[in-house]
Structures are given as structure tokens and as C-alpha cells.
């Protein structure tokens, strides 16, 4: 089973920026979406940003305009490049993979997740 792996998360100011990349152990052609999640301490996990296979994105509202998500399947790698980064951006990010829809997939393929703190 293709692994996912997460790297780049970090504590930064508010107004800054982070890049997270999710490297797969193998293809991720095969995944319809591949998207960002994030869990906050006493909050549910939520759907950050999700990618569709042939290019389709998807934002939660609260980052629309501030996170970008692109995938990379040559080198079986999505990103999620984070601007504008405010403290209710503080959260374990992960990454996640399987069928769609885009708005609500069904992760099968979970990272072990990259903290990001923001601080003011």
C-alpha cells in the first residue's frame, strides 16, 4: 500500500507562509483526490484542500484566497503552499488520499500528519 509522508510544517508568524509537501511511497496516479486536512486541539478534522486527479480543487471558505494545493504526480507529491497564515491556522495537518467526491472523499491513505503553529 502507497505510504504518505509530510514534511514543512513549523511555527511562523501571522502573516507568514509554509509550504507542506506530502511525499507517496509509490503512484499516486491512481488516486482520484488527494487532499489537506487539519485537526486543532478540541476541534474535528476538517477538509482543508483537496485536489481531483485531473485538476479540480477544492477550498474550504475560511482559506480560499490564501492556500494553494497542487499535485505533482511525476514526482508523486502534493503541496500545499500556505500564505497569509493566520493563528486559527494552527493545527496537525494531514494528508490523505482515495476516492472522491472532492467536496467529501473517502480518505483510504492517511499521513502521520506535520504540525503547523502560528504565532502572533
Known amino acids: 500500500q502507497v505510504q504518505l509522508v509530510e514534511s514543512g510544517g513549523g511555527l511562523v508568524q501571522t502573516g507568514g507562509s509554509l509550504k507542506l509537501s506530502c511525499a507517496a511511497s509509490?503512484?499516486?496516479?491512481?488516486?482520484?483526490?488527494m487532499g489537506w486536512y487539519r485537526q486543532a486541539p478540541g476541534k474535528e478534522r476538517e477538509l482543508v484542500a483537496a485536489s481531483r486527479s485531473w485538476g479540480s480543487r477544492y477550498y474550504t471558505d475560511s482559506v480560499k484566497g490564501r492556500f494553494l494545493i497542487s499535485r505533482d504526480n511525476a514526482k508523486n507529491t502534493l503541496y500545499l503552499q500556505m500564505n497569509s497564515l493566520k493563528l486559527e491556522d494552527t493545527a496537525m495537518y494531514y494528508c490523505a488520499a482515495g476516492p472522491g467526491p472532492i467536496q467529501t472523499p473517502s480518505p483510504q491513505v492517511w499521513g502521520q500528519g506535520t504540525q503547523v503553529t502560528v504565532s502572533s
Open positions: 509509490g503512484s499516486i496516479d491512481s488516486f482520484d483526490v
